[in-house]
């Protein structure tokens, strides 16, 4: 049986930095276990929206979840996406980099979670980051991650921010910085060239060559081995040799970043969940912890879509407008930074508030959720609104001890209505931004909701009839030091020897972000942890 000292299980946007830092010692011998397949594909890589909405459907680079509806959103189920290839759901992400307010890492550190306070975490969103703008108090220029302004903008997108301002919304060039509050144009994670910069590209193709480090891909991994308490071994099917049942020892560690689902998913399938469940679908009890899968979080969206008049916006027609626009996403050297959803920030439901509870996210295409039956034909735009700090929980459970099996995703939206009513007002907000002077030129018509969605009562009918996830999710193996806390702040599983969890499950709240960038920093902090024993 091979042996490495470390053994990562996914390769995502933690997994990928996390192979990067600790096969750093040349000593220390690392293996990489992926389920998807490698990210040597032109989809991935090549940024134009096509591409984007290939990713979000295509069963080989997505694992294509559903999550269930509640008592407030009825039967309906919801999409959602996560990537399966090496950069895991960076490689088929928006890209738009943001961190959260310095209040999210704050209250972290409240629940119990010393070291985890803002102040100590900002050295390690610095540390992987390269920031085009420069370094300052609150970036470096240094890293391996590419953070960048695209350099191209539809009218609509510049047009918004100008409403926004006329609104009275306060305009703010770094929501990563000093302030938190405000809009602008997103920075997003792509190279100069204009390349998707997914973790797997910024932190693996440095390094790929590196003797000790070996990377797997098609590993769908089954379960962690323990004995005694001790985590030892980690079993795989090999997808690339007919399913073949394969085995490696870790003579350190086993380090879980398969991800919001597949990291709870695998602790459950190990024996390590709550042992009733457990039970009761034949798995071998190894530790009763009855907070794995728990505890999920999302942030929950609706999008409102205006038809433009100027017809300025991403559509097909007409047809050379369309080609001079894609063709610029394949000529060399043409350096052209994109990404759809360009426009937007964080804003209060309420001036009462002390911290923004929304987000805000603009893109000048006629879009429906998750791009399905996209309407590019007729120009238009769509404002996102984002509930960023929800009280909500959902969970994750096993359906059964199948490892190939979804499992039951609860995704609970508005099972605290504190969500649906900031969401009323933003909808309110976000009408008033769309009518300002600045849109009249583009401003056609309101499509969704529609003129007949008037009073707030209308308006909460259309969010739980429409609310959607914006792919923002986290929590489900928290980290603390209460009886439903996984990790302790030290990312060490609870009762079990040498195995962590690092990833964006670990977050005991979730980040008023999106979600790459505080899993970035999860995994850079937690590669310290694990290096320091
Ligand atoms: C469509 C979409 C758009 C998004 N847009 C943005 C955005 O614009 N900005 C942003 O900051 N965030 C965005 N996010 C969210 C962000 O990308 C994710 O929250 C983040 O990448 C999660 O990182 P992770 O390391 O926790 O998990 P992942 O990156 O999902 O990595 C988990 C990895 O583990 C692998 N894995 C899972 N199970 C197994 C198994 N059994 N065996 C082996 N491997 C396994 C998976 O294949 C995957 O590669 C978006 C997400 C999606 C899906």
Redesign the pocket.
Not at 81 to 86: D, E, I, S, W
Not at 219 to 222: E, G, I, K, L, Q
Not at 513 to 517: G, L, P, Q, Y
């Given at each position: 049986m091979k042996s490495f000292d470390y053994i990562i299980?996914?390769?995502?946007?933690?997994?990928c930095l996390l192979a990067n830092r600790l096969s750093d010692n040349a000593q220390t011998e690392v293996c990489l276990?992926?389920?998807?397949p490698s990210d040597d594909s032109h989809f991935i890589h090549n940024t134009n929206p096509v591409n984007m909405l290939y990713?979000?459907n295509s069963p080989k680079y997505?694992?294509k979840y559903y999550a269930e509806g509640n008592h407030k959103t009825g039967k309906r189920r919801f999409f959602w996406?996560?990537?399966?290839?090496?950069?895991?759901?960076?490689?088929?992400?928006?890209?738009?980099?943001?961190r959260g307010h310095p209040s999210d890492f704050d209250r972290w550190a409240a629940l119990g979670n010393e070291g985890w306070d803002y102040r100590s975490v900002l050295p390690y969103f610095l540390k992987s980051e390269r920031q085009h703008r420069g370094g300052d108090a609150y970036h470096n220029d240094t890293g391996e991650m590419d953070v960048i302004d695209p350099n191209f903008h539809f009218p609509a997108s510049t047009a918004f921010i100008e409403a926004c301002k006329q609104a009275g919304i306060p305009h703010n060039r770094d929501i990563n910085g000093e302030q938190y509050e405000g809009v602008d144009f997103f920075q997003?994670?792509q190279t100069p060239d204009g390349q998707r910069a997914h973790?797997a590209v910024s932190f693996l193709n440095p390094i790929r060559h590196r003797k000790n480090l070996t990377i797997i891909t098609g590993?769908?991994?089954?379960k962690v081995l323990m004995n005694d308490g001790t985590a030892y071994a980690v079993e795989?099917f090999d997808l690339k040799n007919a399913r073949c049942l394969c085995t490696l020892n870790a003579r350190r560690e086993i380090i879980l970043?398969?991800?919001?689902?597949?990291?709870p998913?695998?602790l459950m399938l190990s024996g390590i969940g709550p042992a009733a469940q457990l039970q009761q679908l034949g798995i071998e009890i190894v530790k009763d912890l009855p907070g794995v899968g728990e505890n999920l979080q999302d942030h929950p969206d609706v999008i409102l879509r205006y038809r433009d008049k100027s017809g300025t916006s991403l559509t097909t027609f007409p047809w050379p407008y369309m080609i001079r626009f894609m063709s610029r996403f394949y000529k060399k050297n043409s350096n052209f930074i994109f990404t759809p959803?360009d426009a937007g920030g964080f804003i209060k439901s309420d001036p009462s508030l002390e911290v923004p509870d929304l987000q805000l996210q603009f893109a000048s295409l006629r879009m429906q959720p998750h791009g399905a039956g996209l309407t590019p034909t007729l120009a238009g735009y769509v404002l996102h609104i984002c509930h960023m700090r929800p009280n909500s929980r959902g969970r994750i459970r096993l359906t059964s001890a199948d490892?190939f099996a979804h499992p039951r995703i609860e995704a609970n939206y508005f099972d605290d209505e504190m969500e649906l009513e900031a969401l009323v007002k933003g909808v309110k907000i976000a009408r008033n931004i769309l009518s300002q002077p600045a849109m009249q030129p583009f401003n056609k018509k309101e499509e969704v909701p529609g003129a007949s969605c008037r009073t707030d009562e209308d308006i909460r009918r259309f969010i739980l009839k429409k609310v959607e996830s914006?792919?923002?999710?986290?929590g489900s193996c928290k980290m603390g030091i209460d009886n439903m806390a996984v990790v302790d702040p030290r990312l060490r599983v609870y009762g079990i020897r040498n195995l962590r969890v690092i990833?964006?499950?670990i977050m005991p709240t979730i980040t008023g972000?999106?979600?790459?960038?505080p899993?970035v920093m999860i995994?850079e902090k937690g590669a310290e942890l694990v290096v320091k024993g």
């Open positions: 299980i996914g390769g995502g946007s933690a997994g276990l992926e389920a998807g990713l979000l997505n694992w996406p996560r990537g399966k290839t090496l950069g895991g759901s960076s490689a088929v992400n928006a890209m738009i980099y943001t997003i994670n973790s590993a769908h991994v089954n795989y970043s398969a991800g919001i689902i597949g990291s998913q695998i959803t490892p914006v792919y923002h999710t986290a990833d964006s499950s972000s999106n979600i790459h960038a899993t995994a």
